[in-house]
């Protein structure tokens, strides 16, 4: 595999708590690169005009309904795939328009026709990622562990939803690893390494 320099796309998928959003900002920054994470829902609350709380809602679930009006009254529709359709839209747009990170969003999947895509998928034994949210959202265990179970299960359902496939599913990954073997910092690190020889 071979990056063109000039212009290239980082998708990084990544289990909870296991630092795949703050690794990917610390990647994009070192490379000088666009980062699109949680202002991706902005892109699309912008595109839909809808109230961002539902948006958000339809981000993480997969069939969150949605009430509109017609000439014969309000209707109802699935927002949960509304949201998929535009994010695939607007994740396209921002791959073509510059080289850049994108976290989650089953990225890997939606830009899996492309030959410029870096797909990294980033994990971490739990008891390592639930110590990471206890000291991100200061909690305690319980409440932690509530956390991480809560998102892993949302993830893994949306993007099965999506895409037919487990999230971690090393077929439709480069590169898959463990952020606790050399912590956030230096994980990054290896990364843009492994960047900086794709692009020799």
Wanted: hydrophobic share 35%.
């Amino acid at each position: 595999m071979k990056l063109n320099s000039d212009h290239y796309i980082i998708t990084i998928g990544c289990e909870y708590g296991a630092g795949g959003p703050q690794i990917g900002r610390m990647l994009a920054d070192a490379l000088d690169i666009e980062y699109y994470d949680r202002d991706l829902v902005d892109k699309v609350v912008n595109q839909l005009g809808i109230d961002r709380g539902l948006v958000e809602q339809a981000d993480q679930k997969t069939n969150v309904q949605y009430a509109f009006e017609t000439s014969l009254g309000p209707r109802y529709a699935n927002l949960s795939n509304r949201v998929i359709f535009t994010q695939n839209e607007v994740i396209n747009d921002l791959a073509n328009k510059s080289s850049c990170v994108i976290i989650g969003r089953s990225a890997n999947y939606l830009l899996r026709d492309r030959d410029d895509v870096l797909d990294i998928f980033i994990y971490a034994p739990k008891d390592v990622r639930v110590e990471s949210i206890m000291e991100q959202d200061k909690v305690d265990k319980k409440k932690a562990q509530e956390i991480v179970e809560y998102n892993d299960e949302m993830n893994h359902s949306r993007h099965k939803y999506i895409t037919g496939t487990h999230r971690g599913d090393r077929h439709g990954r480069d590169i898959l690893i463990d952020s606790s073997m050399l912590g956030w910092e230096r994980t990054a690190k290896y990364l843009l390494m492994l960047v900086e020889m794709l692009n020799e």
